[in-house]
Every structure is written in C-alpha cells, then in structure tokens.
C-alpha cells in the first residue's frame, strides 16, 4: 500500500496553488475609473474586452475627472483611468498617460437654430440668451478660453439669469426646453443629445481642445490587463467607437 508522506502533501498543495493562481478558476475584475463623457463609448469597449477576455469583468466608474483624481489620490480601489485634460490626470499621480481621444467644443441651439446663431459673436447679440458651464467643467474653461480668442462677452443665462450652469448636462438642458439659445459644449455633448439640438462649428475651437488620457493607475496588480485595455481603445475598434461618438482619436 502507497503512503503518502507530508512533504508529498506539501509538493501537491504547491503545485494546486500554482495552477489556481494562474486564473484557471478564478474571474478577475479589472476596474476603470473614467469621465462621465466617456460612457457611451468605454460602456461599449468593456463589453468587447470581457467577450475576448471570457475570465475578466469589466467594472467601469465614471464620474467628473476632477472627482475621480481625488478618489485615486484617496486609495480607491481602480486599475486604469481615463481622465479628460491632461492637469486632471497629473492630479491623480497616475505615470505615462497617453493620449487617446480629442474633443472640440461647439455652439449647441434647437432644432432649426431659431436664434440664427452662426459664430460667437452672435452669441453676444442682444436678446440670445447663452448657457455656458460652470469653470470647474471641461466646458466651462473651454468656452473661457474660446470667447477670450474671440474677444467676445457674454452674459450666461444660468439658473437665476445671472450664474452659468453646472455642466454640460444642464447647459443642453435649456436649449432643449427653450430656456436658452445657445450653449457652449462639446461635440461628443451634442452627439450624445441624439437629434434633439443642432451643432455649430466655430474656428476659435481650436483654442479649446480637450485632450483624454489614460494611464494605469499605480498599484494595481491588473498590469497586463490595462496594457490590454489601452490597446483596445488604440485599436481600430477604438478609434471606431469613439469617432461614433464625435470624438477625434488619437493613437499617436
């Protein structure tokens, strides 16, 4: 009869634990951490990364970059971020970002553009009333930015008449309901608006840029995945979804 001696036991609960650890039970979970303005196309991406990766689940977090700095800086558990503007991805601490995707901003007006708004001078004619965003929001310092090019003021109907919007949410909101006719925001804003406000380009755009970033987020054991990940969003697939989106990718 075959005995079995300890240091048997100790090779077979070696060798269990290295084929356990090398994924064959277990799912993993990579989670990416990216802006509110991404969710249409990374909810997309994450779908065609889990069926190519059938061990791995997608959990995607999206909110204001801003926020999703901090809660990374703060130790919130998140392997890759995708942040827009590049001071918001230094802010999380996360190293060697690359550039994906590019938005411009444009005049968002209803259907038909009753205002007849054309460019941003228009906008500051007497009697158009103007959304625009609140600072802190991407849109709110590109549409700084593009009226100062411009030399153009402009008085924002915000909620009591005098302050701006929140963000690129309720500046649409009013051109959608009549309470305003323009808004300063982005294409993919106005992409995403699905039919309901028309777009207008401008050439002072140029000077409102909007870089996305991603990097992977220090600490995290995921490495390989979020390499895999970004290559993903590099890839034709990519670049295909997020130009759907209105966004110009980058895979430089």
Do not use: W
């Amino acid at each position: 009869m075959n005995h079995v001696t300890p240091a048997t036991c100790v090779a077979l609960a070696v060798v269990l634990l290295a084929v356990t650890g090398c994924g064959g039970g277990g799912r993993q979970t990579l989670t990416v951490f990216a802006d509110t303005s991404l969710t249409a196309t990374f909810g997309s991406l994450g779908k065609t990364f889990e069926a190519a990766h059938p061990g791995v689940a997608v959990r995607l977090d999206f909110g204001g970059s801003g926020a999703l700095a901090r809660r990374i800086v703060q130790g919130a558990p998140a392997d890759l971020f995708a942040a827009a503007g590049a001071a918001t991805m230094r802010a999380s601490g996360a190293p060697s970002p690359r550039v994906f995707a590019r938005d411009r901003l444009q005049i968002a007006v209803p259907k038909g553009n009753p205002a007849h708004v054309a460019n941003l001078k228009d906008l500051a004619a007497p009697g158009v009333r103007v959304a625009l965003c609140a600072e802190p929001a991407p849109c709110g310092a590109g549409a700084r930015a593009a009226l100062s090019a411009a030399g153009v003021t402009v008085t924002p109907a915000g909620p009591d008449q005098n302050g701006p919007d929140q963000n690129a949410a309720g500046a649409l909101a009013k051109v959608r309901l009549g309470k305003a006719d323009a808004a300063l925001v982005y294409r993919t804003d106005v992409r995403a608006a699905a039919g309901a406000v028309e777009g207008v380009d401008f050439p002072e755009a140029a000077k409102a840029v909007e870089d996305y970033l991603v990097a992977t987020v220090p600490g995290t054991t995921r490495i390989a995945l979020t390499r895999e990940f970004v290559d993903l969003v590099l890839s034709d697939e990519g670049r295909r979804v997020l130009a759907a989106a209105g966004f110009t990718p980058v895979t430089g």
